[in-house]
């Protein structure tokens, strides 16, 4: 098939995170397989206009928001020359159905009910989630739906879209865990691993911080990844006063990202909502439990309760089980082996395949008279 994947942005954006890393490594294993993938997505500084990575060919056009239109009108430019396109709906469609009446997949990792409100919280998020909430299941309305989870799956069929017509591929992990653990640090060490957006509450996590400081005075908080929070959260940190026990680490590689998380002893993850949150998987490989809000969708599904780590209702709660999980090396050990288990479970190449079914479905359907 000759399949188009339009996305917001791709991993080198910025901005970018979990839902890229799946879109591209969905689109290189589909490459493997034969197809031919081409990948639209927003330009950002520094990255050309066109490139090929992995069996895919990028080609970014426009910026934050002009990208939706740029990609419908190279959609339609180059109509003739797609089978399948895959339309990914981060909060805000591409709306391809306006120009393709067949063909068409959306791609929806969870649903931004919460998100729409906390980084718009006056009309512009009003009118964000009427788009997501009322717009896309009527705009998408008989096409098939790919998500990364049964909670976002629930989700999309409480806005209306048929459960029959959604299919969940979960997501898969980049590289296989390690032969042997890594070794935790001396000194007891937590880790976020996350884009450094408002959603993602990483706030708590220095609130977690503080509140154990007393009794854990070695305790250090390591937090991996970057965004256009980063400013406000370091403020939030001083505030908070774990200035000195918190290291901010931005992008590092996937190495270095695997060696911070392998030494914590937690990783927290306090986000509002997640699809199914690649953090926690990646940390599971290295053999680290997680602790998540049970109210965050998709992580009810990857972290596995008091198997391969902690759900928690709310900040006091992820207070207690952090000094518990701390206090308790055998549950880590215990939890950690069997994150890792998990994570060795879940690969791309999985993923692609099940994808690869509604893909040849759609394209089938486009063919047909």
Known sequence: MRIAILSWRDTTHPDGGGSEVFVESVGRELARRGHDVTLLCARHPGAAGREERDGVRLRRLGGRLTVYPAGLAWLLRHRRDVDVVVDVVNGLPFATPLVRRRGVVALVHHVHAEQWRIIYPGW????????????VPLLYRSRPFLTVSDASARDLASLGVPAASITVVRNGLSTAPP?????????????????????????????????LAEDLPDLHLD???????????????????????????????????????????????PSVKEGWCLAITESGAQGTPSIAYAGAGGVTESVRDGATGLLVDDLDEMVEATRRLLADAEARRRMGAAAREMAASLTWEACAVRAEQVLLAAGAADQSP
């Open 124 to 135: 512009g998020g009003r009118i964000g989630w009427f788009v997501e909430s009322r717009v």
């Open 179 to 211: 032969a042997q653990p890594p070794a935790e640090s001396p000194a007891p060490r937590l880790a976020v691993l996350s884009r450094l957006v408002p959603h993602k509450r990483i706030e708590h996590a220095f609130d977690v911080v503080r509140r």
């Open 223 to 269: 937090v991996v990844g970057d965004g256009w929070w980063h400013d406000e959260l370091t403020a939030a940190a001083a505030a908070a006063g774990v200035t000195d026990r918190v290291t901010f680490h931005g992008h590092v590689t996937e190495a270095r990202r695997d060696e911070i998380v392998g030494r914590a002893w937690v990783m927290l993850m």
